[in-house]
């Protein structure tokens, strides 16, 4: 008799302990709202790919946040409240206007990336950008049917060179690696 109250007791205080701490209270973006947010913190930032977005939980000073990706490869985080109106301050895209790749792409497709950070070997997760981009993104938009491109970029895996993460219209994240030649060599699910 004791040991179903007991339990009941400790899953009662486990709640309770998880709750108190701050556990992970994320709500689900509804497609709508994405929308919203990602339009709204589109108009922000002035340009780029919505790579993320989600809803604030309790612990949050916002309603939404919204990962903003710059063709240079660039993140910037977008807080929005509940009226979707930006409630920190992330720096616009006009402020990177510098580091924008060339409008005459290189018959090299690797001499249109941005260099490999410190640490990192040369194709390890590098930023696409130029004719690269391009060709990565149309590869993966064709290989999955449509969608929206929200991430690219190198890779220093073996069997693949790039990695262009596509959400489907289903709402489905899906990871493109393609070979040299932008051929599909898998499709992530």
């Known amino acids: 008799m004791r040991t179903p109250l007991a339990l009941a007791g400790l ?3 486990l709640a309770l302990t998880l709750g108190a701490c701050g556990g992970d209270d994320d ?10 947010a990602s339009a709204a913190a589109l108009a922000y930032v002035g340009g780029g790919a919505v790579t993320d977005a989600d809803v604030g939980d309790g ?6 946040e919204v990962e903003v990706t710059l063709p240079n490869g660039t993140d910037i985080d977008v807080e929005l409240d509940d009226a979707f109106k930006v ?3 992330p720096p ?3 402020e990177f206007a ?11 497709p690797t001499a249109d990336a941005t260099p490999a950070p410190a640490g990192t070997t040369p194709d390890d997760d590098r930023a ?3 004719d690269t981009l391009q060709r990565a993104s149309d590869a993966a938009l064709k290989a999955t049917d449509g969608g929206t491109v929200t ?3 190198g890779s220093d895996d073996a069997d693949h060179e790039y990695e262009v993460d596509v959400l489907l219209p289903g709402g489905e994240d899906v990871t493109v690696e393609l070979d040299g030649d932008f051929g599909v060599t898998k499709i992530d699910r």
């Open 98 to 108: 510098a580091e924008t790749p060339s409008a005459t792409p290189s018959a090299d």
């Open 128 to 130: 696409l950008t130029g």
């Open 151 to 153: 991430e690219t970029s």
């Open 11 to 13: 899953t009662a205080t």
């Open 92 to 94: 616009k895209a006009a």
């Open 87 to 89: 409630t920190n301050s």
């Open 27 to 36: 709500g689900t973006l509804s497609s709508g709202d994405r929308e919203k």
């Open 59 to 64: 612990d949050d000073q916002h309603a939404y």
